[in-house]
Nanobody, 121 residues
Framework: QVQLVESGGGLVQPGDSLRLSCVAS????????MSWVRQVPGKGLEWVSR????????DYEDSVKGRFTISRDNAKSTLYLQMNNLKPEDTAVYYC??????????????RGQGTQVTVSS
């Protein structure tokens, strides 16, 4: 079955950077577009970014454009999210997902357990 294990979250100050990683197993990673989604405290899940199979095409939610960069290493079955100039409103649990559609959200079975990112001074 799909297994996605995120890491790299933590407590940082505004303006800091973090790099999230997600190791995938249980499916052929290089055959699927992948996404990052996040859950802000007290709110629903929201889509953040996606990347195509080859890593040549990416999309971002407007609030993270220019600050976040999604990438992937198919040889390592790993998805990344480089987050720069973090803001308090980026505080959320971040999930990687075996998911491509940015207009809908992945079910639990298609995403990992999440990693907490807290941005606070």
């Amino acid at each position: 079955q799909v297994q996605l294990v995120e890491s790299g979250g933590g407590l940082v100050q505004p303006g800091d950077s973090l790099r999230l990683s997600c190791v995938a197993s249980g499916f052929t990673f290089s055959n699927y577009g992948m996404s990052w989604v996040r859950q802000v405290p007290g709110k629903g899940l929201e889509w953040v970014s996606r990347i195509n199979i080859a890593g040549t095409s990416t999309d971002y939610e407007d609030s993270v454009k220019g600050r976040f960069t999604i990438s992937r290493d198919n040889a390592k079955s790993t998805l990344y999210l480089q987050m720069n100039n973090l803001k308090p409103e980026d505080t959320a649990v971040y999930y990687c997902a075996k998911w491509w559609n940015k207009n809908s959200l992945p079910p639990l079975s298609s995403r990992g357990q999440g990693t907490q990112v807290t941005v606070s001074s």
